[in-house]
Structures are given as C-alpha cells and as structure tokens.
C-alpha cells in the first residue's frame, strides 16, 4: 500500500522463499494478502502485482494469475540460463543443490538474505560478531574503492537509513558485505569467497535453457494448464 500510494506503475510481491532479500512469509499467502490490500471491492487491484518468489515454469504462472498477479518474475531461474552470464561453475554449483540447500542467514549484511548453503555461510552464521564487524568494514571499504563513493555520501546514507528506523548500526556497517560476497560468488565465481543468492526454487531446476527456450517452455506448460483447467468450468 506505501508503494503503491508513492505512484508506482506495478508492485512484485517476493515469498520467503524467493532468493536474495527476502521474508518470512511465502508466497502463497503475502501474493493473495497483497492483493487484497490493492484490491477494490470487485477484487481489481490499483496497480498491477507481479508475483516472485519460487517461479520456474507454467504451472506457477497459471497459479499466480488465479491469485489475481498480472504475471510472475522469476531470478533464480533465469540466473540458471545459458544466457546469463554468470560464470558456468557457479551455474554447476547451483543445479547439484536441493529444495533444502539454502538458508536464510542475517549474517551477510544484517538483513535476512536467501544463499546456497556454503562453508563461507556456515563460518559467518557460527562466527564472532566483533571478527564479522571488522570483515563488513573492510568490504564496505573495497566497495568504497570500487564505487569512487565517498566516505561522507557513505556516510549520509548511513544515517538517513539510521533515521528512517529500517536499521540498526550494526546492520549499516555490515551492508558492505552483499556487493562484495555478491560479486565475489557470481561474478567472479569464486565460490569460497562469495555468497550465492538463490531461492529454494534451485532445489527445482536442472537445466540450463536460454532464454528463449524458458519462456516458451513456461508459456506452452501454461497453456496445457489453462485448457486443462477448462475442464472444471
Ligand atoms: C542472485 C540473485 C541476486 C539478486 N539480487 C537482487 C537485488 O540486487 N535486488 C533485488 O531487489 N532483488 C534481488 N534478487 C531477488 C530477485 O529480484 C527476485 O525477486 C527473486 O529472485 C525471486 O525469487 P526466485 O529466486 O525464487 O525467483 C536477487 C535474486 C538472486 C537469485
């Protein structure tokens, strides 16, 4: 409702069990309680809502469109395509892992994110506060570097999020981390290194088609779906 009293043309709506940021409610229940917040009493909504959060063929997009979304948006599956550019290893990496390989962790940057559980994950969720502190402000310096951002823009920042209430201060110094692990992990594909973003919809996918061949592939399921459905009209 605050989005959509900003002017905003659309809203997606992310499950917890979308990969990145993410909450702690699926995507089964915060699509249809979005959509009846947005919705007038003939059940139309005041801006298209997109759902996210476990998307990967057309059974879910049917799914969504009968929650009342206009469409679905999908990361994990698209990371999974041979057009992205995501570094093949790391691609190999994320299609050995099941429905139960990631884990929300606070420990990235302090807010809950969704990764591919790791022996990096495993070492910040059971390491120390004070070594986690000091690693978040030696990658919040690289990202410094790597951006040309000045300490005191940083800094502004900071404190315009510190006063918006969204975050603690130990929360600000440790959003350094996410573009750097990110980078580390999918850009460089040093898997040791960096954090794998990725919903539990990983556990789901095994292939790498391009583009393309994923959104026919998802249309034509959808479709087949939609006639079957007829059946019960
Ligand atoms: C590797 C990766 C990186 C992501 N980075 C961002 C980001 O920088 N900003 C953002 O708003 N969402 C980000 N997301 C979340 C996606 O935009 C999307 O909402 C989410 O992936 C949907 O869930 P799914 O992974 O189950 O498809 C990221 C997701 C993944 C998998």
Redesign the pocket.
């Known amino acids: 409702m605050k989005v959509a009293s900003w002017g905003a043309d659309a809203v ?1 709506v ?1 499950g917890g ?5 993410t909450g702690p409610v699926a995507t089964t229940l915060l699509l249809p309680s979005v959509i009846d917040a947005l919705a007038d009493d003939n059940g139309v909504t005041s801006i298209p809502v997109v759902a ?4 990967f063929d057309g059974r879910g997009l049917v799914a969504a469109l009968a929650y009342g979304a206009e469409g679905v ?5 698209f ?1 999974l395509t041979s057009d992205s550019v995501v570094p093949d290893s790391v691609k190999q990496e994320y299609l050995q892992r099941g429905l139960s390989d990631t884990v929300v962790s606070t420990k990235v940057d302090g807010m809950p994110h969704r990764v591919l559980r790791t022996e990096l994950v495993e070492a910040l969720e059971s390491g120390s506060r004070v070594r986690a502190l000091t690693a978040a402000a030696r990658n919040a310096n690289e990202f410094k570097q790597m951006t040309g951002m000045r300490w005191t823009t940083m800094l502004r920042d900071g404190r315009s999020m510190k006063k918006s209430g969204e975050r603690s201060w130990q929360q600000i110094i440790m959003a350094g981390n996410t573009p750097m692990l ?1 980078k580390a992990g ?1 850009v460089e594909g040093n898997t040791e290194a960096g954090v ?6 990983v556990g789901m996918i095994d292939d790498l088609p391009s583009c393309a061949e994923l959104i026919e592939s998802i249309m034509t399921t959808a479709h087949a779906r939609l006639a079957a459905l007829r059946t019960y009209i």
């Open positions: 997606i992310q069990e979308g990969g990145g940021h996210a959060g476990g998307f948006a999908m990361g994990t599956r990371l990110l999918l794998l973003a990725s919903g539990q919809v």
